[in-house]
């Protein structure tokens, strides 16, 4: 089956412009994640989608993000007026369920968008 | 703040010898910790996992202990393979219905022929 899928896979844009990262999650997963990896570092949290609302979006860095998953399954992330420390690989992740108090299950990583704002 | 860490950006084991990467973290919180590896080019790729009430967790040439005390995890590979060869991640998460990882910034295992 197919995994996690991201569009574009490199992003080259001028500061100041406005881009949009999609992530197609594995079918039938319910959650949906956000990280970015800077040069250098480990996967860093953005925001969590249970379903169409995001269940957890205290990762986003400032208001000049934002992400949308309006029928639970695609998901944009966008970023207005981009700056040269937004430069990143952005990561998208899905898993089945989500997590609990009790549980979590496995989160399945697509193979990133790396956005370079020139 | 980094709450999880590995300490080691590197790590060169010849094949078939142990291969031992370790993972500190600081948040007494975390009760659920995973081992991705990565490909470049590539997404991470979920390995191996533990829950905070075992101390080892063992998948074929894969085993994980972890050490709540020293707050302290390591994976063991063994035999090492150059397949093995990658960027290996740490992460954790607290079981509180959030479910977002916690990353270290990576040990780069090579594994040489």
């Known amino acids: 089956g197919a995994g996690v899928s991201q569009t574009p896979s490199n992003k080259v844009t001028e500061k100041g412009k406005y881009v949009e990262l999609r992530c197609d999650p594995i079918?039938?997963?319910?959650?949906l994640y956000w990280y970015r990896q800077s040069l250098g570092q480990g996967p860093e949290f953005l925001i969590y989608?249970?379903?169409?609302?995001?269940?957890?979006d205290s990762g986003l860095p400032n208001d000049r993000f934002f992400a949308v998953r309006p029928e639970g399954s695609v998901s944009t992330l966008k970023i207005q007026r981009t700056e040269r420390g937004d430069s990143a690989v952005y990561l998208c992740?899905?898993?089945?369920?989500?997590?609990?108090?009790?549980?979590?299950?496995?989160?399945?990583f697509g193979p990133g968008t790396r956005l370079t704002v020139l | 703040d980094q709450q999880v860490k590995q300490n080691s950006p590197s790590l060169s084991v010849q094949e078939g010898r142990i291969s031992i990467l370790n993972c500190d973290y600081t948040?007494?919180?975390?009760?659920?910790f995973l081992w991705y590896k990565k490909y470049p080019a590539e997404g991470p790729t979920f390995l191996i996992s533990?829950?905070?009430?075992?101390d080892k967790n063992e998948d074929g040439r894969f085993t994980v202990f972890l050490n709540k005390s020293a707050k302290h995890l390591s994976l063991h590979i063994v035999p090492s393979q150059p397949g093995d060869s990658a960027v290996y991640f740490c992460?954790?998460?607290?079981?509180?219905?959030?479910?977002?990882?916690?990353f270290g910034t990576g040990t780069r295992l090579t594994v040489i022929p």
């Open positions: 992740a899905s898993s089945l369920i989500g997590g609990s108090a009790f549980s979590t299950d496995t989160q399945y």
């Open positions: 079918s039938g997963h319910t959650a």
């Open positions: 989608f249970q379903g169409t609302g995001a269940a957890d």
């Open positions: 948040n007494s919180m975390f009760d659920y």
């Open positions: 533990i829950s905070s009430i075992k």
């Open positions: 992460a954790a998460s607290a079981l509180n219905g959030a479910n977002n990882l916690f």
